[in-house]
């Protein structure tokens, strides 16, 4: 069973102030999460957990994150952007990018930031932009091929235009340490959103060994490994969550398997989770707008896609609850749609219901990470807003929604009225 952490009487006070589409961040969950995670890696002495910004890139979420003791992970100039604004200092932030362009990296340098090379060209490409190679730098690594945990195939590394190849990699720190590097961190995300316990021991088993031998056949000095993100949640009423200090154990038991005999006990770990803090704690709250009877019962909702991609791009599955109506029977079955012109927005086929009627809300479940954040205007649909459900249960604004001015806004209708 799937809770909402809101109520119908909540949101219909809330949705007065701040009309839906909305969406709606519950602080206690993020901040008791966040406290789990760094207690299952307590035993690491400098662990650290770099939120990563692209998940729910907004101050007032990367504000709570700091409170807990986590940087931030960043993917592009703007991203960096934000993490200085919200008050993310130097090794506080890792700058995990590809396709990198170079104002991007002359960025991160002037903000001093963690930089996490994807590409062996960019070794050079960096050291051209810059004018040097940082003290401190990490290397991205794809070991290629399938990626399994027990013969169950979990994701196509292969297939994946991240990172560097294994040949690369040694070769890339042979080269960074001629340059003048000092610290290196080895950095990989081999599968994405994964609901498995074993996920982060069995990645961070390949990556101990893997520092193992970089230090063997370089003499690199590895301070940190980056285990990266992709330990997911269970967006499936009847799938099991993971269990963080099953994971932090897990790793741990590794770490002293493989680092401590071969003297690299002080290597601090790194996660870089975006999905696993904060998508469950987020809810797409929508009002129900229109039902349809045709050759399938319809309900339209005034979100749509843009406000929620996955569904749309992935299929991905997204539990309901109507709001209300927690405790009747799911004895309808309806396709629950947005607005656009578009038939794959759907955040829901054939899913069984209760009874709905206009004016209900809805609430999408696990939208806290990639749900606003992929956001986009298709139809020329605007932007929701975000809020904060604190954890003396009142509420906060956190993003307002856009306008019709915002959507306008990149146009410059000067010389247009002027003709
Ligand atoms: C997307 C991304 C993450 C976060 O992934 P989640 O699946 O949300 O945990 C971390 N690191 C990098 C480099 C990423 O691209």
Known sequence: MKKPFVTKELIEKISQEIPTPFHIYDEKGIRENARALLKAFSWNKGFKEYFAVKATPNPFILKILQEEGCGTDCS???????????????HDIMFSSNVTPAQDFKLADKLGVIINLDDFTHIDFLEKTIGHIPETICCRYNPGGLFKIENQIMDTPGEAKYGFTHDQLIEGYKLLMKKGAKNFGLHAFLASNTVANEYYPVLAKTLFETAVEIKEKTGANIKFINLSGGVGVNYRPEQAPNDIAVIGEGVRKVFEEIMIPNGLGDCAIFTELGRYMLAPYGHLIAKVLHEKHTHKEYIGLDACACNLMRPAMYGAYHHITVLGKENEPCDHKYDVTGGLCENNDKFAIDRMLPKIDIGDYICIHDTGAHGFAMGYNYNGKLRSAEV????????????????????????????????
């Not at 509420?395 to 000067?414: G, M, N, S, V």
């Open 76 to 90: 592009s100039y703007t991203e960096l952007l934000m993490s200085d604004a919200c008050g993310f200092h130097g």
């Open 388 to 419: 904060l459900l604190k954890e003396d249960g009142t509420y906060q604004l956190i993003r307002r929604a856009e306008t019709p001015k915002d959507y306008f806004a990149t146009f410059d209708f000067t010389d247009f009225f002027e003709k």
